[in-house]
């Protein structure tokens, strides 16, 4: 089992930068790949971000290629998605998610555990 606990949403405006954190529990840390994922109103949840158990690897969504970034800190079991040049159509909530294995995906029915979610809004 992993525990996932989300953090760092808010409110902002167009243009700002917002980092959200992700504290997760239960597992080696350094052996499960990691994600985040959101659900803006009336839509299904998508991909944003992924990074590989060693942190090594990491793939993006084309909608926030080059104005996110995700990482890891595994000796403290978190990880980060850091967003810049927020835009009034990243307003959704944000999930974090974590897979049973260190390989990275895309995937949401590839992820096996997930947390509550934090809001996100970017007003214009």
């Known amino acids: 089992q992993v525990q996932l606990v989300e953090s760092g949403g808010g409110l902002v405006q167009a243009g700002d930068s917002l980092r959200l954190s992700c504290a997760a529990s239960?597992?080696?840390?350094?052996?499960?790949?990691m994600g985040w994922f959101r659900q803006a109103p009336g839509k299904e949840r998508e991909f944003v971000a992924t990074i590989s158990g060693s942190g090594g690897y990491t793939y993006y969504a084309d909608s926030v290629q080059g104005r996110f970034t995700i990482s890891r800190d595994n000796p403290k079991n978190t990880i980060n998605l850091q967003m810049s040049s927020l835009k009034p159509e990243d307003t959704a909530v944000y999930y974090c998610?974590?897979?049973?294995?260190?390989?990275?995906?895309?995937?949401?029915?590839?992820?096996?555990?997930w947390g509550q979610g934090t809001q996100v809004t970017v007003s214009s």
């Open positions: 998610a974590a897979r049973g294995t260190m390989y990275s995906s895309a995937t949401e029915f590839e992820y096996d555990y």
């Open positions: 239960g597992r080696t840390f350094s052996r499960i790949a």
